[in-house]
């Protein structure tokens, strides 16, 4: 392994935006950090940058985009490898597409002895034009030659890369998606916060709300959810949507002004209440009656898994991820993507029952528990840490290097 000052093995953890640090990659950091690791992170800088710094990462501004521009990717590429050239680090981990692919090929280059890739969802996927969709699977092939291993969030991920020959099944393993279920327990949080929330949000106590934490981009299904309430509200007038979230200055579309031009269209402005981005979701989602996520297409969305760990129900599409984590009739219902008349359907159904809406919330919390918390994530990515490290050992030791 690389030498340092520290005597630590050095880790350098890649994604495109500091975005996703903040908010995917921060239990992993800190995890290998006490596992006696020196983790680097590197993405674009971005709004989230001061945080991450104040949190002691070591972070590297690197020039990604989430967009497929070649020139663009052609230069952090280059600039990538030459970081790397001179800086060793002992694993390379990349998340996300683009840099799933960049972060491998520089990794390559610089002789980087373990390449790890975490796949938060595969770019190609069911909704996909035939021929972009095996572009995209060859690209992972090619991709996949340049690393050591693989993470899928999703099982259905896993079944597809070893089906489409990107990786073989000794290389691949499904890590599923953590979240914190202490800090999303609907016991944690007290009718005061609650209250306080209501009066900034200006929302009454017993109306029926409908939570979503989403970026507000046309491919999380927010127009549909908007043609869902105005239908739904012919039946439940007071009906509010809490929608957590935005979007980046890294989205290639931004829908926000056409989003809320929509609603303005369909009179039903009033009833959305956007809260932006927030540190205090567990709390904002303890108003809520139902949770939804109408996207088109998503990896192993984290939000189904604290709505499930709040006691909500689910109303979600039946896309990848998404019908992993909901049960049918069980914690929620799936619907197809792009019907909003289902997806009306589903969610005033849950607002009409509220019993059978309390069963399938406390069944979803019990599911999260079991299944989905952070801590067994965690260790099941640092098994294959430890078995590449010994195996690279001893491939040095071997070597005589």
Partial sequence: MVPTVTGKKRVLQLCAVDFTVKNFLAELIEFLEAKGLEVHVGCRRGEFWNDLLARDYRMVDLPFTRGANPVANALALLRLWRYLAGHPFDIVHVHTPVVGVLGRLAARWARVPIRLYTAHGFYFHDDMRPTLRRFCIAIERLAAQWGHFIFTQSEEDRRAAVREGISPPERIATIGNGIDTERFDPERVTAQEQAKLREELNLPHEVPTIGIVARVVREKGVFELAEAIAEIRRDATGVRVILIGGALPSDRADSTPAFRARLDQLGIASNFHFAGFRNDVP???????VYTLPSYREGMPRSILEAMAMSLPVVATAIRGCREEVVEGETGFLVPPRDSHSLAEQLLWILRHPDE????????????????????VLSRQWEVYERLMREIGKWEAGSGR
């Fill in 283 to 289: 709390a904002l989602m303890s108003l809520c009656h």
């Fill in 357 to 376: 809406a309390r069963r399938m919330g406390q069944a979803g919390r019990r599911r999260a528990v079991e299944n989905y918390d952070y801590r067994l």
